[in-house]
């Protein structure tokens, strides 16, 4: 185990450690992972990918976290809490499961569900955010699963495929977390 940070049934989080810039660099260039991210237009090097990451986990306003299946600490994605407002006690969350073969078996929501948790007890946040392209119905499912609401729409936000798509604006505020 390679010293978990907050432990979940399946899975584990851990600080991203340089050697996980491979993964993540296999991931965010492949065309499957990044059509419902944000981003993702562009092919990244081993120095982009580096640099990039390295600016997230050394910025006050990012916490990345590598996910790591639990019986064979297989690196499987990354989660991070982003652009976080200390002063209005809120963050942005984002995730990532990288590994195609473990997609759809609910290995991001134990994920999710454990940074949510750290994000309102530990960071003693209000509010955690995100955004989601509304051709992405199994993620707006497992958010709404999760207990985040739908807030509004960004239309036609994102642009893949040689389509413009729409983005929902998702919230959990900690008084509906701590209801669940």
Not at 4 to 16: D, I, Q, T
Not at 75 to 86: D, F, Q, R, T
Not at 102 to 116: D, F, R, T
Not at 135 to 144: Q, R
Request: hydrophobic share 35%; with cysteine; charged share 25%.
């Amino acid at each position: 185990m390679n010293y978990p940070f907050r432990n979940g049934k399946r899975v584990y989080l851990r600080a991203f450690e340089p050697d996980d810039n491979e993964h993540s660099l296999r991931w965010f260039n492949d065309p499957l992972i990044t059509k419902n991210l944000d981003g993702g237009a562009f092919a990244l090097n081993r120095q982009t990918q580096t640099e990039r990451m390295e600016r997230l986990r050394t910025d006050d306003g990012h916490i990345i976290l590598a996910i790591c299946k639990d019986d064979n600490d297989l690196h499987v994605g990354n989660i991070g809490l982003h652009n976080i407002s200390y002063p209005n006690r809120h963050a942005e969350i984002g995730v990532v499961i990288g590994e195609r073969t473990l997609h759809g078996q609910g290995y991001g929501s134990e994920a999710i569900e454990l940074m949510v948790k750290y994000g309102f007890e530990s960071l003693n946040l209000q509010r955690i955010y995100l955004r989601v392209m509304t051709t992405n119905d199994a993620a707006i499912k497992c958010y709404e699963k999760l207990g985040f609401q739908k807030e509004g729409v960004f239309r036609k936000h994102a642009y893949k495929d040689g389509a413009y798509i729409d983005e929902i604006a998702m919230g959990l505020l900690r008084s509906e977390w701590e209801a669940q």
